[in-house]
């Protein structure tokens, strides 16, 4: 098992790009780190950099090691500091993925926000629509719209949401507007790829005939506004449209037999970081009790 010393100055030389200035943050002599460094790497059994004589840069393995070190520096100086009974400080590096289309639209313009709060946090942003793996991918933070089953995370609900069916004034105009869902069957309908069946509280279930297929949210939205179909959006994404009319919800009666809602996970480790708590807090405080879209 590496020493916290070695790992302290393997993270480092990979901030500073530099063994001697490494060892001169953290009062070595240039010898002895680079001794440290070569039995950590003996230790672990891959190279962490590549060295020239001009640079040190990460190696492939080294800068996959990179958040693995980083957090158990981190869960050992929350440690030691919930054992001495001081308040640790929200700091360091916060990893966190979440799907696109929210995170533009709900997390990116409160970052400032959450900056100003808390200077010593910077942040690793990953916007994507895949399910990503938190605890493989050394993520401190995953913010989904639908749960994950997995042992390792707590999950939170963040925000309540719905989703519901909607078209264009304009195609309603020129179609007409359905009244059951047997109706959908004569319509155009748009839809992500995974979704052909659409289940309603009725306990019906609908195969739609699926005149366009798209696999991204914003893209299904804009094709809603269009007027090319009849589509399922969640609320988060669909509120804005609804509310300046670009959008309608179709056929209200009939309410989709889905429970969603927005959800916080990370790894459930005993001692989470002040810098995820941090975080949660402050999601916490601007999507409860109610969250944007409902207001």
Sequence with gaps: MPDTLSLRLFLRIAALGSVSAAAQDLSLSPASASARLA?????????????????????????????YAQQIIETLETGLSAVKGEGAAAE???????????????IIPTLADFHARYPRV??????????????????????????????????????????????SPAYLEQYGSPTTPDDLLGHQCVSLAEYTKWKFENEQTITVPLSFVVNDGEAL????EQGMGIGIKSLWNASASLKSGRL?????????????????????????APKVHAMIDFLLERFQPVPPWEG
């Design 39 to 67: 039995k950590l790497e003996e230790t672990i059994g891959f190279r962490l950099f590549n060295r020239t004589t001009r640079a040190v840069s990460l190696t492939t393995d080294g800068d996959a090691f990179l958040p």
């Design 92 to 106: 360091g590096l916060l990893r966190i993925t979440m799907p696109g289309s929210f995170g533009r639209m709900y």
């Design 122 to 167: 910077s942040l690793d942003l990953r916007l994507s629509d895949a399910v990503l793996d938190v605890v493989e991918g050394a993520y401190d933070l995953i913010i989904r719209n639908a749960p994950l089953v997995d042992s390792r995370l707590i999950m939170r609900k963040l925000a309540s949401d719905r989703r519901l069916l909607v078209a």
């Design 221 to 224: 939205r804009t094709m809603l």
């Design 248 to 272: 309608v919800e179709v056929m209200p009666e009939f309410p989709l037999a889905v429970d969603v809602a927005i959800w916080l996970l990370y790894p459930s480790r005993r001692i989470i």
